[in-house]
């Protein structure tokens, strides 16, 4: 596997929509995605950028409680 398959992914200028739901707050994939630490969102007021670190081969990160 070469070494750009552990580099993070930049996802440029996706509508603030795909993210956010009306009210603000953040769709609930993404949250989970972001508790996991997978991604890491990067929001302006209409457009936002997604850094997602898939660490391949995958990693479960471990959350309080789990272990």
């Given amino acids: 596997m070469s070494a750009a398959a ?4 930049l996802v440029s200028d996706l509508p603030a ?3 956010f739901q009306p009210d603000g707050a953040l769709r609930e994939k ?3 995605a972001i508790d996991m630490g997978c991604v890491k969102v990067i ?3 209409t457009a936002c950028h ?4 898939v660490k391949r081969p995958y ?3 471990i ?3 789990e272990a």
């Fill in 6 to 9: 552990y580099l993070p992914v």
């Fill in 17 to 19: 929509t795909f993210v």
């Fill in 30 to 32: 993404i949250r989970r």
């Fill in 43 to 45: 929001a302006g007021p």
């Fill in 50 to 53: 997604a850094i997602i670190d």
């Fill in 59 to 61: 990693l479960r990160a």
């Fill in 63 to 65: 959350r309080e409680g």
